[in-house]
């Protein structure tokens, strides 16, 4: 395991596709966290923040089985796991947002059309990497100014959720009841709308 860990993700993938478990398990646990930041802060109507990291982790498969070097051109498969995890995690909270509230377990395919779009930004962003980082900078900054509206506690919540932590974790981790933390959640989201509004 420890000689597949120390190989790229392109090699990984050329390992799952001649049917190494083994790699998709290693590629899977390395975007892991990425999918529990991108779940952390998203609300899913019905469900809770383990719903959106299911379906993330859809997305992060479905990036690994759709990814094609060649229609890269040279871009990372980083990039195009995060934009089919973001993607995949919108389509869930529109799909609850929109549909009353059915089962989350309806698959989305992923055709042509969006294929092309995906590769289209990820060389966007292989070709750009500055803005990338520009966003990045633009998200702590407006993150800063959300913790500076919040209490103590509020923070400690706050911080843990970006790391990806779950309500329960939270509550272990501060000894909190998993109630009080997700009152501070709602509490905390209505100040970085707050923020947000300007």
């Known amino acids: 395991m420890a000689e597949e860990e120390r190989r790229s993700d ?3 993938i050329c390992q799952i596709r001649q049917g ?7 590629l899977l646990e ?8 991108q779940a952390a802060f998203r609300y899913l ?9 299911q379906e993330g982790m859809i997305g992060l498969y479905r990036a690994v089985l759709d990814f094609d070097p060649e229609k890269a051109k040279g871009a990372p498969f980083g990039a195009f796991a995060y934009l089919c995890i973001k993607g995949q995690i919108y389509k869930a909270i529109a799909r609850s947002q929109s549909s ?3 089962a989350m377990n309806q698959a989305v395919g992923m055709d042509e059309e ?3 779009q995906y590769y289209k930004k990820i060389q966007a962003i292989a070709k750009d990497p500055e803005t990338l980082l ?6 702590d900054e407006l993150l800063e100014k959300i913790r500076r509206t919040l209490t103590k506690t509020e923070r400690k919540v706050f911080d843990l959720r970006l790391q990806g932590y779950g309500y329960r974790e939270i509550a272990e981790a501060l000894d909190m009841q998993p109630k009080s933390v997700d009152n501070a959640l709602q509490r905390i989201r209505k ?3 707050k923020v947000l509004e300007g």
């Open 10 to 12: 392109e090699e990984l």
């Open 20 to 26: 190494d478990a083994g790699a998709m398990e290693v």
């Open 30 to 37: 390395r975007y892991k966290q990425l999918v529990r930041k």
């Open 45 to 53: 109507a019905g469900g809770d923040t383990d719903d959106l990291i």
């Open 100 to 102: 009353g509230n059915q």
């Open 114 to 116: 969006n294929l092309e």
């Open 134 to 139: 520009l966003e990045d900078e633009k998200r």
């Open 191 to 193: 100040k970085g709308a």
